[in-house]
């Protein structure tokens, strides 16, 4: 993990919504497709994230922060979703994993993804799954970080700017000897 990193599993506490709303404004202005349309204002960013927060309280998720240890700003965000289906209670989600423009490859989003798999797996979950848009950055990191590539959707989600663009789904099985990888 990246030096001066602190990783924790979050719930609602004071301020946390809005600071988490500010690293959502930075990403979806910064062009990757996370949900959103630009421009996001902080007013609807921080909506989701207090409705994500209590959704976390309700058990339906686990939300992890990425904190620079010093200064405790927040550098990355991600969340397990668990699947409602009682067919799937042991599959999850991964959603919404996003690092901070200036802290990218630093090790930051692997860390994270190392963390929401450790705990996924500590809960029984033995089947994770998620898509990101096909081309972007993060296709190459969950490539990188061994994530097996399902295929692709086309015209699947517009980016923030418009202009459709095609997901990519993967997946990735979870047992105690598959253990996610540790950067750095
Ligand atoms: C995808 C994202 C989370 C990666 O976070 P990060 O902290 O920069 O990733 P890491 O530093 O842990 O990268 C781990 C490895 O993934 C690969 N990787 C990460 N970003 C890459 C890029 N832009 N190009 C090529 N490979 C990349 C590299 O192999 C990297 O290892 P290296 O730096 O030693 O070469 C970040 O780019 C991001 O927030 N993107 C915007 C939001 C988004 O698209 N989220 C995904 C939603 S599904």
Known sequence: MSAGLVIRRVGPEP??????AELLVEVVEGGSSVGFMSPLTQDRALAFW????????????IVF???DE???????????LFAVPEN??????????QV???ARRRGIGAALMAAAEEA?????????????????????????????RCGVIPDYALMPKGGLSGTTVFYRKLNPDNRPMEKR
């Open 15 to 20: 301020g946390l919504a809005s600071r988490l």
């Open 70 to 80: 010093v200064t405790g700003t927040i550098l990355g965000t991600v969340q397990i």
């Open 120 to 148: 996924a797996l500590e809960i029984g979950k033995t089947v994770l799954v998620l898509d990101t848009t096909t081309g972007s950055d993060a296709e190459l990191f969950y490539t990188r970080l061994g994530w097996e």
């Open 100 to 102: 901070r423009r200036s």
């Open 88 to 97: 799937q209670r042991h599959r999850a989600d991964i959603a919404k994993l």
């Open 50 to 61: 207090e409705m994500v927060l209590t959704s976390g309280a309700r058990g339906e998720r």
């Open 65 to 67: 922060v990425a904190e």
